[in-house]
């Protein structure tokens, strides 16, 4: 009896919380564009003049990762530096000088009978995000929410509780000194998985659900959910070396996208080389050398250059999303055994070539299947602020409405506005 007390209890909190957000969202779609970068503005200068209390929160969330065993690769994505939170304030500045979305024609048209019509982008008005030990993304989708005039309702998760609660006071406090609504962002992380579980059927109260983690967690949201989700998928990516790639390039390339920060969705995680590429040997040994491990096919490995170390791929090796310093590699021998290794084991996230022969990129872009697809570039570039978006919410994979990064525009859907003087229909 007392856990249904319980239950109940959370569900009447979140769905006033929800409640909330919705009076916020209908001050928020109100909001003018000068009013809403003003707060983000506040905001980024609130963390800026914060920072020292949002890394020492942090600290408190990484030293309790560290002793429950959390992977490395978790504790990257859980770390805020100076650096980090720079970047953050960065982004929010960014985020502000970008066209506002509300408003934005899509089309229109004047009929016969003198209806005019218009089609315009709109708030999609309550947004929820369900996510996993990445603060970072605690300001990248409040941002996001309150540029393109939404209400947001965040869950981050335990592993990053405490930073998440500095950086939730923080916008908050930041939205009140300009004369936006506190309640555009708030959080239901006090109430822990049973808060989520009811904001995954909070339908009505909450627009749309976006998840953003791995595999385990945006499961969870699809099939438990009543609320409309829009799937950000895990990136299983992949890089081809076609037969006239370059050495120099593909090492760069590769360097990039395995090494720079592999805990992220963007990252490589399978590399296919073509039998007839001249660049295997330097691409294997600036990888051994940088620490990549490397999982690689019968064929690869009869090809390991002197002194790089390598284990046996299995079918979980191809479609595994590592974030980790860790390689699947295979030799294909042509172009479509690419296109079609990739097309049974990708995720849809990115996928990337590396050649000098035109049809062949203009074959590998026509016929990959996913959200993003680079020639001649780090996968790494598959990311809102890289793109111009200002930030992202997540990488969708899905088809339904937003697909690759989600920036603004992803976040309005469209009405309709008839204008007339008095027409009716015969």
Not at 139 to 165: E, F, M, P, W, Y
Not at 259 to 273: I, K, Y
């Amino acid at each position: 009896m007392s856990e249904q007390i319980v239950e109940q209890d959370v569900t009447e909190a979140v769905f006033a919380i929800a409640d909330r957000a919705r009076t916020a969202a209908r001050e928020m779609a109100r909001a003018n564009r000068a009013l809403k970068d003003k707060g983000l503005r506040a905001i980024a200068d609130a963390l800026v003049a914060n920072r020292d209390a949002v890394i020492a929160a942090n600290a408190l969330d990484l030293a309790a990762g560290r002793a429950n065993g959390t992977s490395a690769a978790m504790l990257d994505r859980l770390t805020l530096t100076p650096e980090r939170v720079a970047a953050l304030a960065a982004a929010l500045e960014n985020l502000a000088s970008l066209p506002d979305p509300v408003g934005n024609v899509v089309r229109g048209q004047t009929l016969p009978n003198g209806l005019r019509m218009r089609q315009i982008n709109v708030p999609l008005g309550v947004v929820a995000a369900i996510y996993e030990a990445r603060p970072n993304v605690t300001v990248d989708i409040a941002g996001l929410a309150l540029k393109s005039g939404n209400a947001v309702i965040l869950r981050g998760g335990t592993a990053a509780a405490n930073t998440n609660q500095a950086l939730l006071g923080i916008l908050r406090d930041a939205l009140e000194t300009v004369g936006l609504p506190a309640d555009a962002v708030q959080s239901v992380d006090q109430y822990g998985r049973d808060g989520a579980n009811v904001l995954m059927r909070a339908r009505g109260r909450v627009d749309v659900l976006i998840p953003r983690g791995g595999r385990d967690l945006i499961q969870t949201v699809l099939n438990n959910s009543s609320v409309p989700v829009i799937e950000t998928g895990e990136g299983n990516v992949h890089i081809y070396l076609d037969t006239s790639a370059g050495a120099q390039m593909s090492v760069d390339i590769l360097l990039n996208a395995k090494t720079q920060r592999p805990s992220v969705c963007n990252t490589v995680e399978t590399l296919l080389v073509n039998k007839d590429a001249t660049v295997l040997a330097p691409v294997l040994s600036a990888l051994a050398a940088a620490g990549v491990r490397l999982h690689v096919d019968e064929r690869i490995m009869e090809l390991l250059p002197a002194g790089v170390a390598a284990t046996a791929a299995s079918d979980d090796d191809w479609g595994r999303e590592y974030m980790d310093l860790d390689l699947a590699v295979a030799m294909v021998d042509s172009l479509d055994d690419a296109v079609a290794h990739i097309r049974r084991w990708s995720t849809g996230h990115t996928e990337a070539i590396i050649t000098n022969d035109l049809a062949n990129a203009e074959r590998f872009v026509a016929e990959i299947d996913s959200a993003a697809v680079i020639v001649n570039a780090s996968t790494r570039f598959t990311d809102g602020g890289e793109m111009g978006l200002g930030a992202e919410v997540g990488i969708s994979t899905q088809k339904l409405h937003a697909r690759g990064p989600m920036g603004l525009a992803e976040l309005t859907t469209t009405k309709w506005i008839v204008q007339g003087e008095g027409q009716i229909r015969g």
